[in-house]
């Protein structure tokens, strides 16, 4: 009987697999798994689906709150009859606006005095009026290329004291701005593709060489219909280097 018993317990042993040394890594695993083993698989998780509108580009969304930091509105059906005289003059920190674009004809009115920079690009503006930009002291960057704009009334870069860029590039210029020479910092100004038929000698810079101007880090003048060769070289004396004025053949 005995060694029938012990027969039995040898063929148990005999007939178990082998043992399979696991390493410490292993082991490792199935403790972090609570139980699962290697040979387990985690249940597939779903991707979520959002639970609710994305927060606008270079916006803080909370809870009742969608803070932008400048008031962004091109590429919409706008009108010049669609924004009220007025109605950005409430936003005393704001700084950037950008309409492009769109259908206005004319410069918003009533834009607030902290603007550094105003974008109107792609519009259907005609004229620069003095009077819209008036109180814009602060503006440093002004965009209105790509419009159809023919005048740019006497006094209105004065209403900008501290501009420092200009663009009026694809118009329907005939002459130069006027104001320019007189201004202090203005350093880029686009002209390209207007209907510009002569430069005078006073155009850009005061008379004479020791003047307070800034000088001119971009000038771009070609495709217009002034034959370059004609303008005085005295006409870019307050041009930083040579090499920053654009002349070319009209188209």
């Not at 006497?154 to 002459?175: D, F, I, M, Q, V």
Request: aromatic share 8%; charged share 15%; net charge neutral.
């Amino acid at each position: 009987m005995k060694a029938t018993i012990i027969f039995l317990l040898l063929a148990q042993v005999s007939w178990a697999g082998p043992f399979q040394q696991k390493g410490l890594f292993d082991f490792m695993l199935e403790d972090e798994a609570s139980g699962i083993g290697p040979e387990d698989h985690f249940p597939e998780v779903t991707e979520l689906e959002p639970l609710g509108p994305v927060c606008p580009f270079r916006c803080q969304c909370h809870l009742r709150v969608v803070q932008c930091s400048d008031l962004e509105l091109g590429t919409n059906p706008l009108k010049s009859s669609g924004i009220e005289n007025g109605a950005f003059q409430g936003m005393k920190k704001l700084s950037y606006i950008r309409i492009a674009d769109t259908n206005i004809t004319a410069i918003p009115q009533g834009l607030p005095p902290s603007l550094t920079e105003l974008h109107l690009d792609g519009n259907k503006i005609s004229k620069v009026d003095a009077a819209s930009l008036k109180g814009l002291n602060n503006l440093a960057k002004l965009g209105l290329g790509f419009n159809s704009i023919s005048t740019v009334d006497n006094g209105s870069l004065a209403n900008t004291p501290h501009l420092r860029e200009l663009h009026l590039n694809n118009n329907k210029l005939n002459k130069v701005p006027g104001g320019l020479a007189e201004h202090k910092y203005i350093q880029v100004v686009y002209l390209h593709n207007n209907n510009i038929s002569a430069v005078g000698s006073n155009d850009f810079c005061p008379p004479g060489y020791n003047t307070k101007k800034a000088s001119y880090s971009g000038v771009s003048l070609f495709s217009n219909p002034v034959q370059y060769w004609e303008i005085q070289p005295s006409t870019f004396r307050c041009v930083y280097v040579r090499s920053a004025i654009q002349l070319g053949n009209y188209k």
